[in-house]
């Protein structure tokens, strides 16, 4: 095979946006890089000599060797150097300089080299995939309308170049209606989805497909755990199989996690037992999140809402909520997740939330978690229940705030 003309600064496979079937073939590349010959004795002494900067393939996911074998002389070594490269002349005018012909294949390029290879030129270079989620065995791909037509080549590029991968999925724009979870397809490998998610030395088993789970939370959960005081009450209305409900449990808060899906319900009592967490910490619930909160008669320092989609539709469970008490209560600290318009995020969660319970709230923080999606960022708005909510008078559904 004839070497093509490469420049090495821009080292990449051909296009192939014809493609619909994997063909590892299709990404051989022969390129020629300069070298030189040396002694087979000296080799380690002139590459101790070689200032290595960048090195010209330091694109590539698995690289040429640099030290190459001499084919015509046993007793001579050949060493790939850079374009620009320097060589150290004095005193070694054994060096003798040349050209190597080197075949880059499918297994030196980057997964994220070969996806750009495979969509065509029409799609822009933002829209290549180059990141996904990983929970335990599986990658989860968050695929755009224009990848639709090179799913299935994407998701084997992805199964491919990550030996811990097993299974590839992409998630669908379906929700379930009732559990809020998204269906998702299958892209490449197993059809297994119980898998095991490990955040800040806790387990968590799950079937991926039937519920909730998103590792790139995992510094959120941390946050809001260790902003709530050791001893405190939690009630976590939505808590999936226990993000937030395991480490407050594990740090001797007294935790009431609830999950109105069965599946989360499930391996949020398998992730008790797993982790050892102590039945004096945590009660678990499969019940609607009002009902956690309506039928809980003793004090409530936080109450975790990490509904974002809707957990605002739920804040008007406070009204009222302590008007038949004959005892005053504390009013909880409610931490509610939301999903805003990213041109005012912290006023658009505010509005949502005010507007639900009646009055205007004055939120302790709102805290900007991550962007969504281009225009949505989601939020966590922090704030304490006020008196005038908990202690209204409510009339079947005419509310009157004191």
């Known amino acids: 095979m004839v070497a093509e003309e490469v420049k090495i600064v821009d080292l990449k496979p051909l296009p192939c946006p014809d493609m619909r079937v994997l063909d590892r073939q299709k990404f051989d590349l022969t390129i020629s890089v300069r070298a030189i010959e040396v002694p087979a004795k000296k080799c380690t002494e002139i590459m101790q000599l070689l200032h290595r900067g960048n090195s010209q393939f330091s694109q590539l996911q698995h690289k040429p060797r640099l030290v190459q074998p001499c084919d015509d002389d046993s007793s001579q070594k050949l060493i790939l ?201 945590i009660t678990c619930y499969n019940q609607d999140g009002r009902e956690l909160i309506e039928n809980f008669a003793g004090p409530i320092d936080y109450v975790l809402m990490n509904l974002p989609a809707s957990a605002y539709e739920f804040v008007d469970v406070f009204i009222g909520l302590f008007s038949r008490d004959t005892e005053k209560r504390k009013p909880p600290v409610v931490f509610c997740y939301h999903f805003a318009d990213i041109e005012a995020p912290v006023e658009n969660s505010i509005t949502a939330i005010s507007e639900k319970l009646g009055c205007s709230i004055s939120p302790d923080e709102v805290h900007l978690v991550r962007k969504t999606a281009p225009k949505t960022w989601m939020t966590c708005v922090k704030f304490t229940v006020p008196e005038s909510v908990l202690y209204a008078e409510c009339q079947s559904k005419k509310i009157k705030l004191s």
């Open 81 to 281: 150097i850079d374009k620009n490269q320097s060589l150290p002349i004095a005193g070694h005018d054994y060096i003798c300089e040349r050209t190597l012909d080197i075949k880059l294949t499918y297994r030196n390029w980057s997964a994220s080299q070969i996806i750009r290879a495979i969509l065509p030129p029409s799609i822009d270079d933002t829209e290549v995939v180059s990141g996904f989620e990983i929970v335990g065995h599986i990658a989860h791909l968050n695929l755009k309308e224009c990848h639709a037509p090179y799913k299935f080549l994407i998701g084997q590029v992805i199964l491919d170049k990550n030996p811990s991968i097993k299974t590839v999925v992409n998630k669908l724009n379906t929700i379930h209606a009732e559990y809020r979870y998204f269906d998702m397809e299958l892209l490449a490998g197993e059809e297994n989805f119980i898998t095991t998610a490990i955040e800040h030395k806790l387990k968590f088993n799950m079937d991926f497909s039937k519920l909730y789970w998103n590792s790139r939370l995992g510094t959120e959960h941390k946050r809001v755990s260790d902003l709530i005081p050791t001893g405190s009450t939690v009630l976590d209305m939505f808590c999936g199989i226990g993000p937030f409900a395991l480490p407050l449990a594990r740090k001797r808060c007294h935790v009431h996690a609830n999950d109105l899906n069965p599946e989360s319900y499930k391996y949020l009592l398998e992730n008790v037992k797993t982790n050892k967490i102590s039945s004096e910490f």
